[in-house]
T-cell receptor, first 114, second 112 residues
Framework: DVKVTQSSRYLVKRTGEKVFLECVQD?????MFWYRQDPGLGLRLIYF???????EKGDIPEGYSVSREKKERFSLILESASTNQTSMYLC?????????????FGPGTRLTVL | EDKVVQSPLSLVVHEGDTVTLNCSYE??????LLWYKQEKKAPTFLFML????IEKKSGRLSSILDKKELFSILNITATQTGDSAVYLC????????????FGKGTSLLVTP
């Protein structure tokens, strides 16, 4: 059974803190993604990675960075958390190649920044 | 500017009704259009459409893509309360690697 896991379901942090959100997939997928989901705005792509140590900016990368040191793990970093980063964060992965673009999602991390 | 537009944004129907959810997009050169269902957790995959005019079916759900008119529909027949969810449409964009561009979703509530 394919699985994408995220380190926390709920997280509360203070403004200015450095925040790490971890995502691990066990499907040997090359591609991994970080989205945030907000009411009325849908899912928006923050960053993605198509290989170890590779990363690409998505639509809203400002205030975020990522790390992909191992194939199965993709971390999202908020260098200095702000209240407007309160959101649901979803990680996803997919295999490479044109045959399939289905993305498998993790359960999400609901982050609140006070 | 939204590249993927879903309509309606929300919908309330009675059990047994048939619903049609719409997804229009502005991207002309894409590889696939995907539909996901999201309850109070992670989105789960429903369909991936790559060819125009070929209907995909899974039980009471079906979907079709029209690449000429740039839209897709998701049909749910004989709706049940368990169909209540947000339905998301996404398109993979040219030159975006493998990233998906999502619409805002349609929130469907099926009442008993």
């Amino acid at each position: 059974d394919v699985k994408v896991t995220q380190s926390s379901r709920y997280l509360v942090k203070r403004t200015g803190e450095k925040v790490f959100l971890e995502c691990v997939q066990d499907m040997d997928h090359e591609n991994m993604f970080w989205y945030r989901q907000d009411p009325g705005l849908g899912l928006r792509l923050i960053y993605f990675s198509y290989d170890v140590k590779m990363k690409e900016k998505g639509d809203i990368p400002e205030g975020y960075s990522v790390s992909r040191e191992k194939k199965e793990r993709f971390s999202l970093i908020l260098e200095s958390a702000s209240t407007n980063q309160t959101s649901m964060y979803l990680c996803a992965s997919s295999p490479s190649g044109r045959a399939s673009n289905e993305q498998f999602f993790g359960p999400g991390t609901r982050l609140t920044v006070l | 500017e939204d590249k993927v537009v879903q309509s309606p944004l929300s919908l309330v129907v009675h059990e047994g009704d048939t619903v049609t959810l719409n997804c229009s997009y502005e991207v002309t050169n894409f590889r696939s259009l995907l539909w996901y269902k999201q309850e109070k957790k992670a989105p789960t995959f429903l369909f991936m459409l790559t060819s125009s005019g070929i209907e995909k079916k899974s039980g009471r759900l079906s979907s079709i893509l029209d690449k000429k008119e740039l839209f897709s529909i998701l049909n749910i027949t004989a709706t049940q309360t368990g169909d209540s969810a947000v339905y998301l449409c996404a398109v993979d964009l040219p030159n975006s690697g493998y990233a998906l561009n999502f619409g805002k979703g349609t929130s469907l509530l099926v009442t008993p």
